[in-house]
């Protein structure tokens, strides 16, 4: 594969109070056939995201058409698991609505966070979303303590199929804790109730500590999975990894075909890459240095 970058797209210019910096976890998906929204988490003063989205023209992805004036989904109730940020999981269309899975934070004394799944439906073409219950769809288990993160769901063949962050212990980088995790699968009979049982996807490998963001799409006889890693030294980066099945991966990094440019936004960091495919074209959004800090960009695939 080789990615064309085509630049920086949209980034807060910190008028709002809820939006002052970041679109972090830039989420494509059609509203309409004339326009992409890319739903994504904007950041205030404290660093608490809220999710809203950029509408931009399909043919010419850097225009954009619209940008959301208010959250479409804002943070929980106090004391929720969600009270202290929510950002992206997935959006996809059910019928005529579309059900967003979110990850709720929540701040707790001895670690950093914790982080679990919300569901929110709109029913109004995502221009606002409700919340199907107030506490997770997917909680903590016995195995995954302290994330639970879905960051892609299909559903084929009456199956509701899940890849997922699983968070279960904390690694102290300069006398910080900071969440060590990896990407699991399972499974739903109905997009709203999860399995306990998962599979093993993607695990970490040398000075890797953290799996996350799994994107996964399906074309003809295959899977294929963009998702991000991070290393003790610093590293922040995108991987890829192909399947036959959706549940026994192969990791092949090599063939991600976009790399940090060494200049600019992101000059460090290329992660959350999330595709979206137009007529016979495809598109990657993704974030930059500093988890998005800047905003989001996206680049197109060379045949």
């Known amino acids: 594969m080789k990615w064309i970058k085509k630049g920086l797209i949209y980034g807060p210019d910190g008028s709002s109070a809820w939006a002052k910096h970041s679109a972090l976890a830039p989420t494509p998906i059609f509203i309409n056939e004339s326009t992409i929204r890319v739903f994504a988490c904007f950041r205030d003063n404290r660093g608490i995201s809220r999710i809203g989205f950029v509408d931009v023209d399909p043919e010419t992805p850097s225009r954009i058409i619209a940008v959301s004036k208010n959250p479409v989904l804002d943070i929980g109730l106090p004391g929720n698991f ?34 679990f799944t919300g569901l929110a439906i709109s029913s109004d073409g995502g221009n606002s979303f409700q919340r199907y219950q107030n506490t997770p769809v997917m909680d903590r288990n016995h195995t995954d303590y302290c994330i639970r993160a879905i960051h892609s769901v299909m559903f084929e063949k009456g199956i509701w199929k899940v890849w997922y962050a699983s968070g279960y212990s904390w690694k102290m980088l300069k006398s910080i804790p900071y969440p060590i995790y990896d990407i699991k699968y399972t499974e739903s009979s109905d997009g709203k109730q999860f399995e306990e049982k998962s599979i093993d996807c993607i695990t970490y490998r040398g000075d890797e500590y953290r799996i ?35 549940k ?4 092949m990094d090599e063939k991600i075909g976009i790399e940090p440019s060494g200049v600019d936004w992101e000059s460090r960091s290329i992660c959350y890459p999330c595709m979206i495919r137009h007529k016979n074209r495809k598109y990657i959004f993704y974030n930059g240095n500093d988890n998005g800090m800047n905003g989001f960009g996206y680049a197109e695939l060379t045949v």
């Not at 969600?82 to 670690?111: A, C, H, P, S």
């Not at 295959?222 to 036959?244: I, P, Q, V, W």
């Open 248 to 251: 026994v991966w192969q990791r």
């Open 212 to 246: 996350g963001r799994p994107r996964v799409y399906r074309e003809a006889d295959r899977y294929f999975m963009y998702f991000t890693f991070g290393s003790t030294t610093g590293k922040y980066l995108a991987g890829y990894a192909e399947s036959e099945d959706g």
């Open 82 to 115: 969600d009270d202290n940020g929510v950002i992206l999981g997935d959006v996809i269309w059910r019928n005529d609505e579309l059900w967003m899975y979110y990850i709720g934070f929540q701040k707790v004394e001895k670690v950093k966070f914790l982080a």
